[in-house]
Nanobody
Framework: QVQLVQSGGGLVQAGGSLRLSCTTS?????????LGWFRQAPGKEREFVAA????????YYADSVKGRFTISRDNAKNTVYLQMNSLKPEDTAVYYC???????????????????WGQGTQVTVSS
């Protein structure tokens, strides 16, 4: 049974930091697999935040978070992290981790490329 279990998140003041974690189980990753983070704010569509390749550690970020967020993974723990610094009120959203199990030679970043999703965790940044 495939599971993506998220932890972290919560309420933080603007300028603060949070770290999200997503631990996967029941998955076999191909050499091209990608792990990603997306977010969805109220009344808005789900948007890409960051992604990392399972094998090579290549990363890709949305312009809105570049320089503030860092995605990383621990293959031994089957876990992907999202370190979020210098948070802004506009970062408020439900954050989802996702896995593109097969992937391709690049890094996936479109929501429809991802096969499995976590349950979502709320991040609220107060001004």
């Amino acid at each position: 049974q495939v599971q993506l279990v998220q932890s972290g998140g919560g309420l933080v003041q603007a300028g603060g930091s949070l770290r999200l974690s997503c631990t996967t189980s029941g998955l076999t990753f191909s050499r091209y697999a990608t792990l990603g983070w997306f977010r969805q704010a109220p009344g808005k569509e789900r948007e890409f935040v960051a992604a990392i390749s399972w094998n090579g550690g290549s990363t890709y970020y949305a312009d809105s978070v570049k320089g503030r967020f860092t995605i990383s993974r621990d293959n031994a723990k089957n876990t992907v992290y999202l370190q979020m610094n210098s948070l802004k009120p506009e970062d408020t959203a439900v954050y989802y981790c996702a896995v593109d199990q097969r992937g391709y030679s690049g890094i996936s970043y479109r929501a429809n490329q991802f096969d499995y999703w976590g349950q979502g965790t709320q991040v609220t940044v107060s001004s």
